[in-house]
């Protein structure tokens, strides 16, 4: 059964910063694609930031510089590094796992307000 599981989300002041895990189970991670998608209520699901298995990375340009995506093949866990946090943000950070399928984890809710 594959699980993605992801952790760190919550409340943060403007130009705080998050952390994100994305811990899976169920898939030879290495040979997996990961990435993060975001959505706000009412506006389409947004690719933050994915990695290939050759740890190419590729950022929404709203993120470059700010998000850092990093993956520990080890610990089949893959993490969004955010600094520099803006309301806009504010979303809900869906982490998924792609070789051919795509998985999808449940969703953490990252909050930027003041």
């Known amino acids: 059964q594959v699980q993605l599981v992801e952790s760190g989300g919550g409340l943060v002041q403007p130009g705080g910063s998050l952390r994100l895990s994305c811990a899976t189970s169920?898939?030879?991670?290495?040979?997996?694609?990961m990435g993060w998608y975001r959505q706000t209520p009412g506006k389409q699901r947004e690719l933050v930031a994915d990695?290939?298995?050759?740890?190419?990375?590729n950022y929404a340009d709203s993120v470059k510089g700010r998000f850092t995506i990093s993956r520990d093949n080890a610990n089949n866990t893959v993490y969004l590094q955010m600094n520099s946090l803006k309301p806009e943000d504010t979303a809900v950070y869906y982490c998924?796992?792609?070789?051919?399928?795509?998985?999808w984890g449940k969703g953490t809710l990252v909050t930027v307000s003041s």
């Open positions: 990695m290939t298995s050759g740890a190419r990375t």
């Open positions: 998924f796992a792609q070789s051919g399928l795509v998985y």
């Open positions: 169920g898939i030879i991670f290495r040979n997996y694609a």
